[in-house]
């Protein structure tokens, strides 16, 4: 079987059950995003190298990616069932890592910081805004169409570890965090004491 079927000559592509929509429909948007953080995601585990302690948890991350994609792709109305698994634990599972991470950083996350470091925390920060981008996407669909709710809650708490990944990294190497700004809420505590 050949890769291209010349079936998107047209500006279409198909979706989960065979119907045809533009290829810039917003769930095509929505989908070509989080497509994006997972290759993002990809060069980062090629950046790490194979025995690195974080390559388990993307690995299962890229995975997952790609059956909320699968589900993504296909419209409440198709007949077609997809049997692709249903990340339902994905939030979860992001926030036990952050918590992890967290507890083994010098110091904790008060600040909005500018992107960089390093290598590795500048693509965990590439992922995490194309996380949010993915998420920008997925409210959009959601208003027109049912997405189960395990996918925006997973894609949310995705940014915040990518974001902790990036700290972890430049702790870990002993590189210092710019910092921009005091997060929102605790320039409200230090302003209400």
Known sequence: MKIYTKKGDKGTTGLFGGSRVSKDDVRIECIG?????????????????????????????????????????????AKKENKNPMPVDGAEFCEQWIDELEGAMTSPSDYFLLPGGNEVSALCHV???????????LVSLIKTDEVHEAIPAYINRLSDLFFTLARAEMDKAGVAEEKWQLFLYKRFKLLSK
């Open 33 to 77: 995003t989080l497509d994006e953080a997972n290759s993002t995601i990809g060069v980062l585990r090629v950046k790490l190298g194979s025995d690195h302690s974080w390559q388990p948890n993307l690995h299962k991350i890229q995975k997952d990616l790609m059956d909320m994609m699968s589900h993504l792709a296909r419209p409440s109305d």
């Open 127 to 137: 992922a995490r805004t194309q996380m949010r981008r993915g998420e920008r996407r």
